[in-house]
């Protein structure tokens, strides 16, 4: 069984530009979450699309943004890059309600 | 001010010994669940604990969740240095089950 899938893998983009990641979730799970993981702050919440809409929004700002497609496939947009937002980006994914996040391998960006 | 609170947050110890890992809040959590996340990969699911005074058992690992639902652990026995990795618990708050809210993590290594 295919789990979820990240692209891609490792970004290396500088400050002021912009980048999209993608999320390919487990077949059949219709909520998809993202999550940024830095050595100083650990994992925090972004955001998480269900049925290609928004349920709920972490604090952070509106430079980040996201969408879900109808095949619940989703992406990640950050604009205007800095030096802080180089980190892993997870998603994860999972039916909806109380079932568990199974998360993916992340995409590792590098900002210079 | 981390809403979870995931102690210690590094623990080196010698193969065969016991430990535990602690994840306490002021607040009260729908689930709690904890991963398990190697260099270079996203967290992996052990365990998810829905029910106040809930202990579950997988192998070695020992999981409790705390009767008022605000703090979990996760015990050892026996450790192996396979064991070794980053340790997250993670829970959720109300019915946003999308959102989960991370402790900042236990690093383990387990010396042979």
């Known amino acids: 069984k295919a789990g979820v899938t990240q692209t891609p893998r490792y970004l290396i983009k500088t400050r002021g530009q912009q980048v999209t990641l993608s999320c390919s979730p487990i077949s059949g799970h219709r909520s998809v979450s993202w999550y940024q993981q830095t050595p100083g702050q650990g994992l925090q919440f972004l955001f998480e699309?269900?049925?290609?809409?928004?349920?709920n929004k972490g604090n952070f700002p509106g430079r980040f943004s996201g969408r879900q497609f109808s095949n619940s496939r989703s992406e990640m947009n950050v604009s205007t890059l800095e030096l802080g937002d180089s980190a892993l980006y997870l998603c994860?994914?999972?039916?909806?309600?109380?079932?568990?996040?199974?998360f993916g391998d992340g995409t590792r960006l590098s900002i210079l | 001010t981390q809403l979870l609170e995931q102690s210690p947050q590094f623990l080196s110890i010698q193969e065969g010994e016991n430990l535990t890992v602690y994840c306490n809040s002021s607040?009260?959590?729908?689930?709690l669940q904890w991963y398990r996340q190697e260099p270079g990969e996203g967290p992996v699911l052990l365990v998810t604990?829905?029910?106040?005074?809930e202990v579950k058992k997988l192998k070695r690992l020992t999981f409790q969740f705390g009767d008022a639902r605000k703090d979990s652990s996760l015990h050892i026995t026996a450790a192996q240095p396979g064991d070794t990795g980053l340790y997250l618990c993670a829970g959720v708050r109300g019915t946003s089950y999308g959102k989960l809210t991370f402790g900042q993590g236990t690093i383990l290594t387990v010396h042979p």
């Open positions: 604990v829905v029910t106040g005074g």
């Open positions: 607040s009260v959590f729908s689930s």
């Open positions: 699309y269900f049925s290609e809409t928004q349920r």
């Open positions: 994860a994914s999972s039916f909806g309600g109380d079932q568990p996040q199974h």
